[in-house]
């Protein structure tokens, strides 16, 4: 009878692993296609973006023959750089490459291949050398952002507009330009020396980096220190009471709070109640502040407590006063993982963009900041705008500058890693 009983309680415990086995077998495969779906849809993620975005990287340039006429720019014997018709010398130029071009309706067609930065190319090129005048420079200016797009579309063939954006005569004309090997395609230098631009061949992303550098730059003073200070406090000289607690759900409540409330807070307090200029870093950093102190506070006290407490015992039973336990001892050891959220949290404020616009940097600003308070616009904020624009040059250069802010972002994430793993002692 024992012997039967046994014999049917290894049997219900076999059956019982078989079934486990089986769940445990599920479980890790669908894990795994889990992972693999996410992986897959990762890939074509970036294989889009990189498709898109890299030809931005490259601008196409047109060469030419321009006279630099002192009769033109400086009439009075000193350069007019304010009335000298710069644009006017582009213009002949480009018109002796094409001299069976007379009717004032196909120069005006002609005239259109070039950017409107070929005349600021000139300006500044005699501005920096005036010798130059009254001599004929060969240069590469910028074409027009849909001879480019073409030239980028051919890669080599011959050309071939399908895009309705160029008329056939221009298409012709193009296709001149590059059997007579005046044209090229370069590194696209503007897109990262200059602001921002009506123009999709001018647009560069210069005054958006600097105006989130400094927003970070902002942030971090205030944010860092404060969020420190607070989590020390907290954890390690404040009384457990009602009013600690309460204060530890409200940090941790405002880590989930939704990135545009902070921005409306923004608006009500620093701009309408301290009447600060919007569209400014200094607003935009104070934001981001709020926005970042939850997370510096909530990993500056995961990091305080992960310090074992023989540290504070050792340190106590020598003499030290609380205020040594904690600077001397608590504070070195906890530094890598304040740091690792620090800089975890610089990434968030990197990356937001609801904020900001609520706070009036949306607008379109051409001028690259000197400081905190000069109009400035952050990368994500020009990343909106240049995706809401119509012009298709556009799209190539919004992918462009999400590959910059990625780069950024995983830039500012490894070195989080390097942090932590570089500093942080194992117990």
Do not use: C
């Not at 290894?10 to 692993?17: C, D, I, P």
């Not at 077998?25 to 889009?48: E, P």
């Not at 005046?182 to 602001?195: D, I």
């Amino acid at each position: 009878m024992a012997m039967a009983t046994s014999t049917t309680n290894r049997q219900k415990v076999e059956a019982g692993l078989s079934r486990r086995r089986r769940k445990e077998l599920v479980f890790r495969y669908t894990g795994l296609l889990a992972t693999t779906v996410g992986i897959l849809f990762l890939g074509v993620f970036f294989v889009d973006l990189f498709g898109k975005g890299a030809s931005a990287f490259r601008q196409t340039y047109i060469s030419l023959d321009v006279e630099l006429s002192e009769a033109v720019i400086a009439p009075g014997g000193e350069p007019d750089f304010a009335f000298a018709d710069f644009d006017g010398l582009v213009r002949d130029a480009l018109r002796k490459l094409f001299p069976e071009v007379t009717e004032r309706s196909q120069r005006r067609e002609l005239y259109r291949l070039l950017s409107v930065g070929a005349a600021y190319q000139v300006r500044d090129l005699v501005e920096q050398d005036p010798a130059l005048l009254g001599t004929t420079q060969t240069l590469w200016v910028p074409a027009s952002a849909n001879v480019d797009m073409l030239i980028k579309r051919s890669e080599g063939e011959p050309v071939e507009d399908d895009s309705g954006q160029l008329s056939v005569a221009q298409v012709y004309w193009v296709g001149q330009l590059q059997q007579q090997e005046l044209l090229k395609k370069g590194w696209n230098t503007a897109l990262f020396t200059n602001g921002d631009s009506r123009e999709p061949e001018l647009a560069g992303i210069r005054g958006a980096l600097m105006g989130s550098f400094y927003m970070l730059l902002v942030t971090v003073v205030i944010a860092f220190p404060t969020g420190v200070a607070a989590a020390v406090y907290l954890e390690e000289f404040a009384p457990r009471s009602r009013i600690s607690d309460i204060i530890e759900v409200n940090i941790n409540n405002l880590a989930a709070v939704p990135s545009i409330v902070f921005g409306l807070l923004g608006l009500a307090v620093f701009i309408n109640w301290a009447s600060l200029p919007r569209s400014a870093p200094l607003v935009g950093g104070l934001v981001l502040s709020l926005l970042t102190l939850p997370v510096i506070i909530i990993a500056s006290r995961a990091a305080i407590k992960s310090v074992p407490p023989s540290i504070r015992d050792a340190a106590s039973s020598l003499g030290a006063s609380r205020m040594q336990v904690v600077f001397h001892h608590v504070m070195p050891l906890a530094l890598p993982g304040m740091l690792t959220g620090t800089i975890i949290g610089m990434s968030r404020a990197l990356g937001e963009s609801a904020p900001l616009l609520m706070i009036g940097m949306v607008a379109f600003i051409v001028d690259v900041p000197a400081g905190l308070t000069d109009p400035a616009t952050a990368l994500p904020v020009q990343i909106y705008l240049w995706a809401d624009s119509p012009e298709r040059a556009f799209a190539e250069r919004t992918s462009a500058a999400i590959i910059v802010l990625l780069g950024f972002l995983l830039l500012m994430n490894l070195a989080a890693v390097i942090i932590r793993k570089r500093m942080q002692r194992n117990w």
